[in-house]
């Protein structure tokens, strides 16, 4: 009976993961179609992938630390009580009397409320809570602006790749086509087997790299699914025409670099703000330390215990307390040159930022024009190619050409076509470079 019950509270728990585990991909997957767009993948992303929430989470607790640190300028209630039994009464001699001082049972109770007027470190924590703040947004911006890039790139790469498979698929019809013929006519003995085994050859290398290619997208799937945050089981379906993709080549040409559009420039310079406020604490710290208490202490006394609650002896005191540093051996002094010095060190950071966002622009306009100018040699060059082949194939079937020029012609038409898709990606993820070193990424989706 024992085993039963074990056996049915195994099935039990199996079958509330298994649905925990459903509802749970549901619930994350949803809101995503099966064939999403750019905008669809980059929302979805930009709630669901896992750094993104980590950031978010790192917020919270940022939030909660600040809060708690600044509890500290509300009132601070305790409580604390105490019980002794004497089993010697002390004795006081007053005169040439020995007199017991106290009784035997003591019981007190005291309550204190401590309020602060004047302290250094909650005028420090009030100050940076601002710019602590800041921090924590500038550190979620920038993990989405590292989404939006990498999302975009991986899916631009999956669509150039999916086009690859488009051309090699056309490749091998044409290349099965080729097959047929020269088999043909190698059968009625217009020509010798050469041409049929070079057309096998060409055939087998297409098929071989359809594979290779589809592997290659299929890596590149699981790389965007774990982007996304979603199983890699979950089905996703990427499309869009050439021309679509042409369209998102421009880049705005009226943007101009501004260092301070830059999430990674406005992060150092918080911290400098920070670091002033850290300067302005040390400054703070000759102030004196100010604070207000009130306490009320009830308590009860009686050498008998079962009769020590039935009188109270309560005391009060309201009063100020002032704390006033006078001298601590220069460390005061030393703790803010120390920090002024830190300052100018973030100063430096701020100009080196600059100079690597002025460089970095520079790489990445230069990569996009080149990458543009390859894109544009290689649209060209598959219109040329296909003419090419098309003159070829005609000269061909009418005996004029070998077989060779054909399959030439063929290799270039290939090849010209997949060095065109891999100049689109290119050009398309020099282009997101451009814009994030410009600090032109929009999250706002």
Known sequence: MVHLKKRGLKRFALLFLSCSVFFGSKAQTGDL??????NELISFALKNKISVKQSNLAEEIGEREIRSSLSGWLPQINANGSYNHNLKIPTSTIGDQNIQM????NFSALFQLDQTILDPSMLQASRASKYLRTGFEQDIESEKINTVVDISKAYFDILTTEKQLDIIEENITRLKKQFGDARARYETG???????????ISLNNAEADLKKTAEIRKAKYDFLKQLLNIPQSRILELS???ETLELQ????????????????????ANIKELQKVNTQYHKWNFLPRVGA???????FRDNNFGNMFSQNFPSSVLGLSINIPIFQGGKRIHELRRSELMEKQIDYDLEQIENAIHSEYSTSMANYKANLIEWTNAKENVELSEEVYETIKLQY???IKTYLDLMTAETDLRTSSLNYLNALYSVLASKIDVQKSLGAINIDR
Not at 33 to 38: F, I, Q
Not at 249 to 268: A, F, G, H, K
Not at 293 to 299: G, H, K
Request: charged share 25%; no cysteine.
């Open 102 to 105: 106290g009784q035997k049972n």
């Open 397 to 399: 079937d009418a005996g």
């Open 190 to 200: 217009m020509v010798d087997k050469t041409d049929y085994k070079r057309a096998r």
């Open 240 to 242: 869009a025409d050439i």
């Open 293 to 299: 208490f009130a306490n009320y202490q009830a308590s």
């Open 249 to 268: 080549v421009p880049v705005d040409t009226s943007m101009y670099l501004n260092p301070e559009n830059r999430i990674e420039y406005r992060q150092i």
């Open 33 to 38: 179609p099966v064939s999403p767009n750019l």
